[in-house]
């Protein structure tokens, strides 16, 4: 399969964007009630498995079943306003990039339409055992086949 690449910041076609609502507890954030830089990523983890969900991609059955996971490879991220404790966040998922064995996300946070972080997260797939690059399974490209339209 051919590498699909979408410039930053231009809409992607149907099915590439996907939306995900999380609120801010607690434990997410400093003593100030202000969330602490690494929690994003959290968030992001999050966005991005939902994003894999609704393709009908289960992470954890394709490990069982292929012996293949996504690990994160490369992470360029932009913190332009601080969430605070109660803040209701918008993580706002793309695929920029399909590789052979990679998948690359675009993805926002927001508040209410207030951009707070700009992201661009690399994933590679890797074979459970060696932990090398391996081939995205077939099975797992056809579902991607179904929402990227070629």
Not at 121 to 148: H, Y
Request: aromatic residues 8%; hydrophobic residues 40%; glycine residues 8%.
């Amino acid at each position: 399969m051919r590498t699909r690449q979408l410039a930053r910041g231009s809409l992607p076609p149907v099915g590439l964007d996907h939306r995900l609502d999380v609120r801010v507890y607690y434990e997410d954030t400093d003593v100030g009630g202000v969330v602490y830089y690494a929690n994003y990523l959290k968030f992001m983890e999050r966005g991005r498995t939902e994003w894999l969900r609704s393709a009908g991609i289960n992470q954890s059955e394709v490990a069982r079943d292929t012996g293949r996971v996504f690990v994160v490879a490369g992470l360029d991220i932009r913190y332009l306003k601080p969430a605070r404790l109660d803040d209701t966040l918008t993580i706002c998922s793309q695929v920029t990039r399909l590789g052979r064995a990679s998948l690359h996300f675009a993805q926002r946070i927001s508040r209410q339409g207030e951009l707070l972080t700009d992201s661009n997260v690399q994933l590679g797939c890797v074979d459970t055992v060696t932990m090398r690059a391996a081939p995205i399974p077939e099975f797992v490209r056809s579902k991607f086949a179904a929402i990227i339209q070629e």
